[in-house]
């Protein structure tokens, strides 16, 4: 269900006319009809997830390199269940369904899990995780809030015992003897073995919660997990999160006024963050050790790493995220030294995959953009500089695995910003070996103890995941995706003085003599590269494009993969540079390519990229037509403090920045068509953005369009409104740029 609210649709004809860019009617003027959309696509389209539902995920590589385990749903069934693929053979099975979990009852999901899976931006039902014991003779299945205990010779299911209320992240320990997880806000341990279970932690009230990553962290910095067993399995840390002091926001859906809406504290820029400490317990209960760092002046817990035969470490960020420091724990009476400190004038990225200890402990690999750009380092546990692995031009992007005996760690990188490759590289230094090379998107999955892995890839030739067997390869993980009905007809281009890196989507029956309508496919904001290779990346692109337009996407300074300073160009003002960018870089299109009519320009882009074409239609009315704006953020202010702050600063040290990066701004400068999309559930970009936005152009005298999607969240996960929404959004760009 949605409410869409036409403003335009009272106008007079003139306004209208001028509205649209258009000319002006009169009595005598036939309406030109509209072409047929092309729903054949979208149906398939939505049905399938865009063609995602079907390919397997969560690879996970036995200890002994004799099977492949992983989930995967049906083409058209978002329901995952857990399947196993033998490496010698070839033979697939499946281990366990949802089905056989639940016997045939409804999944049910507790309030975290739903805010975890909306967090990973996961729409998937049934199983969607499961543990694999380190010896891998069993796996751990949480579904339901429930555990499931799977022996893998016999494929025997027990399940665990459930007091307590919602198991939430359970964690299998080092030994495989017990699982800690959260239930209703407290930590809790269940022994396998006796299936008794132990509560450690008993929360003061309901704004403590032991034993999950608070809000930012999940949303932010890449970090999902609250608790982390000591290599001994003797022993859980545990972060306490007291988030009394923020503020409370709901999100609703107004179409069931019955139900009550959704609570959640978020921190908005500025204004109070979580409190977050940590604390070591023993697995038999007792008394906590608090770990003692500079929580004020250190409040962000970035990362943790707890390995054998090494130090308990912890990286944490200041407030500004200008000052990252590594932290050795005393895990024995929580007292903390500094292993290593990272600095930046402007802002400090961060990277999940990293740090990685050693099997001596005395060594750890880290990442740093130091000298520009990405590299990775070893160093001593002291902190100290053992050698850089890779150059700052190798553009290393994630730590992929470590195998020492071999000598060698695995890394995602490219030095191309549209590609991603999988590299080996030596630990004592020396020449990289790419083990990917075609262009396109790659990744790979590793084990320890197996040189068995398995490599996705995104290239020319479409969507494959290969398991290979040291140097040989050694068969296929089988998607039963299906396959789009076309290759979008993507060209690559780089442009301007800048270099900005661009694709452009042309019609399947381009007419080379034609002058087409412009559409701007943008997000342009940081930590995302909107120009990839890959044959089916830009799938909603091309249908849009055979709609009668020519779509292209440019990635601008802001974006990821093209150093230090090209990312941190966009400090203080998040939207002039990136604007800029996008015009100079449309304009060297249109220049290049004549089949560009940029006298219709129309821009559409979600979340930040909603943000960004609200912006363009505002401040370039010259140069963009119209616009599409789905989930936008309007004002800074009312968005996150992790992800805000490390742009824009603290509000109160710039005020000016914020103003400038405010759609509020400029709500009385449109004059051009804007459609408006917003989920009134989402409580990532709360709905409050797009009321504030309509309200501020309704006082102003500015008519738009605004769609309101009852019920959804920052996803747009049921298929029907998919489809609709598309349809909507093309009529809209048909119209405005007729």
């Not at 997830?49 to 083409?75: C, H, K, M, N």
């Amino acid at each position: 269900m949605r409410y869409t609210s036409r403003l335009m649709r009272s106008l007079p004809l003139l306004l209208l006319a001028l509205a649209c860019g258009g000319a002006t009617p009169n009595a005598t003027t036939t309406p030109e009809a509209e072409p047929a959309i092309d729903f054949a696509f979208l149906d398939q389209w939505t049905a399938t997830s865009g063609f995602r539902l079907g390919q397997p995920t969560s690879i996970t590589i036995t200890p002994d390199g004799r099977e492949v385990l992983f989930l995967r749903s049906g083409a058209r069934d978002a329901e995952r269940n857990l399947w196993a693929h033998d490496v010698s053979s070839g033979d697939e099975r499946v281990v366990l369904t949802a089905e056989q979990l639940l016997s045939g009852a409804a999944e049910t999901l507790s309030a975290e899990e739903r805010a975890l899976r909306e967090r990973l931006r996961l729409s998937a039902r049934g199983i969607t995780s499961f543990a694999l014991s380190a010896d891998g003779t069993f796996l751990v299945v949480p579904l339901s809030g429930r555990l499931f205990v799977v022996d893998r010779a016999s494929n025997r299911v027990r399940e665990l015992v459930a007091e307590g209320g919602y198991a939430n992240d359970p964690r299998l320990s080092p030994d495989g003897k017990k699982i800690a997880c959260v239930r209703e806000g407290d930590l809790w341990v269940i022994d396998l073995e006796t299936n008794t279970q132990r509560r450690l932690t008993t929360r003061e009230h309901d704004d403590i919660t032991n034993g999950l990553a608070e809000f930012v962290a999940q949303e932010e910095m890449s970090r999902y997990r609250g608790h982390w067993w000591s290599p001994d399995s003797r022993h859980l840390l545990y972060q306490r999160n007291d988030t009394s002091a923020v503020e409370m926001l709901y999100a609703s859906n107004p179409a069931t006024p019955e139900e009550a809406p959704h609570a959640s504290r978020y921190p908005r820029a500025g204004r109070t963050n979580a409190d977050v400490k940590l604390g070591v317990i023993s697995v038999e209960g007792g008394e906590t050790t608090w770990v003692d760092w500079e929580r004020a002046v250190f409040p962000y817990l970035a990362a943790v790493t707890w390995s054998e035969g090494a130090p308990l470490t912890l990286l944490v960020q200041d407030r500004r995220q200008k000052v990252e420091r590594l932290l050795a724990v005393d895990a024995t009476n929580g007292t903390t030294r500094t292993l290593h400190e990272e600095r930046d004038a402007i802002w400090l990225n961060l990277d999940a995959s990293v740090p990685v200890y050693l099997a001596d402990g005395q060594r750890f690999l880290w990442s740093t953009e130091r000298e520009g750009a990405w590299q990775l380092e070893l160093r001593h546990v002291d902190g100290s500089l053992v050698r850089a692995l890779t150059s700052p031009a190798a553009g290393y992007r994630e730590l992929l695995h470590v195998d020492e005996d071999a000598g060698f760690v695995y890394v995602a990188a490219s030095a191309e910003a549209t590609e991603a490759h999988v590299w080996r590289v030596p630990l004592a230094g020396g020449e990289a070996q790419a083990l990917t090379t075609t262009p396109g998107q790659h990744g790979a999955t590793f084990a320890e103890g197996t040189n068995v892995f398995v490599t996705s890839s995104h290239d020319a030739e479409g969507l494959r995941w290969e398991i290979h067997r040291g140097e040989e390869r050694a068969g296929t993980l089988r998607s039963v995706a299906e396959t789009p009905p076309f290759a979008p007809n993507v060209e690559h281009v780089v442009v301007g003085e800048r270099e900005h890196r661009a694709l452009v989507v042309r019609p399947r029956d381009f007419d080379p003599s034609r002058r087409y309508p412009v559409l701007l496919s943008v997000y342009a904001g940081p930590g995302y590269v909107k120009v990839r290779k890959g044959r089916y990346l830009q799938l909603r692109e091309q249908w849009q494009a055979d709609q009668g337009f020519v779509v292209v996407s440019i990635d601008g300074r802001g974006t990821p993969h093209r150093g230090r300073a090209w990312e941190r160009a966009i400090a203080g003002n998040v939207i002039d540079v990136p604007l800029a960018d996008q015009v100079d870089a449309l304009q060297a299109l249109g220049e290049r390519f004549p089949e560009l009519d940029l006298g219709r320009v129309g821009v559409l882009g979600w979340s930040f990229g909603g943000y960004f074409s609200a912006m363009a239609v505002l401040r370039r009315p010259d140069v963009f037509r119209a616009a599409v704006a789905g989930a936008p953020v309007g004002d800074w202010l009312d968005y996150d403090t992790h992800y805000t702050e490390r742009f824009l600063g603290l509000p109160q040290e710039n005020g000016d920045g914020y103003a400038a990066s405010n759609v509020l701004t400029y709500a009385g400068q449109l004059e051009r068509p804007l459609l408006l999309i917003h989920g009134t559930s989402d409580d990532n970009v709360y709905f409050a953005h797009a009321l504030k936005m309509h309200e501020a152009f309704f006082r102003a005298g500015r008519d738009h369009d605004f769609v309101v999607l009852a019920g959804s969240t920052h996803m747009v996960a049921d298929a029907e409104v998919a489809r609709a929404l598309e349809g909507r959004v093309l009529r809209f760009l048909r119209r405005s740029l007729r």
